[in-house]
């Protein structure tokens, strides 16, 4: 029952993170990969997938919870299905990776979540590059993240270790 509880904290904590953005077209920023990894990096990568497809479940049945309060299925045929489709893949991952002693430090804690940045950004800007070109692709969905995505990596790092010290997300 705690880790149900705990899915639905992260899944509200996406949808929060996904509202607070700065718009861009195609692609706007937001802190949703933030909250994507962070429910992977405390959660472990296969709840961490589970909280990140029932957070697209919601978006695909219409419930606004994307970026600027928008949800539908067409979401994931747009511009950003890409990044979308990233998620769980990265959630994943980087929680299961993120658990391995390899990880446990700070600068390879920062590294693997910079990869599952960049997994996520170089999904969604392939996906991007069909619609609008490889290019202008590059110039609006990867580019513009790259530093934000570095900024974003540390604090889940930051984050995840304070979450995981509590008694809530304490292994048993």
């Known amino acids: 029952m705690r880790r149900l509880i705990a899915v639905a904290g992260f899944v509200a904590l996406m949808v929060l993170c996904a509202q607070v953005a700065v718009p861009m077209v195609p692609v706007p ?50 511009p950003t299905a890409g990044y979308l489709f990233a998620f769980p893949v990265a959630a994943f991952i980087a929680g299961t990776l993120a658990r391995r002693p390899a990880f446990a430090g700070p600068a390879s804690g920062v590294a693997l979540m910079i990869g599952a940045h960049l997994l996520i950004l170089g999904l969604g800007t392939a996906w991007l590059a069909t619609q609008v070109g490889a290019g202008p692709a590059m ?24 979450l995981r010290r509590t008694v809530w997300f304490r292994r048993d």
């Not at 937001?30 to 919601?58: D, E, H, P, R, S």
């Not at 609006?140 to 990596?153: D, Q």
Request: hydrophobic share 60%; aromatic share 10%.
């Open 139 to 162: 110039a609006a969905g990867f580019t513009p993240f790259l530093a934000g995505a570095g900024v974003k990596s540390a604090a889940v790092v930051v984050c995840a270790a304070a």
């Open 29 to 78: 920023m937001t802190l949703q990969t933030f909250a994507v990894l962070l429910a992977g990096a405390v959660l472990g990568g296969t709840w961490g997938a589970v909280a990140v497809l029932v957070y697209l479940a919601l978006a695909a049945l219409g419930l606004p919870v994307l970026s600027d309060g928008t949800g539908g299925w067409q979401r994931f045929a747009g």
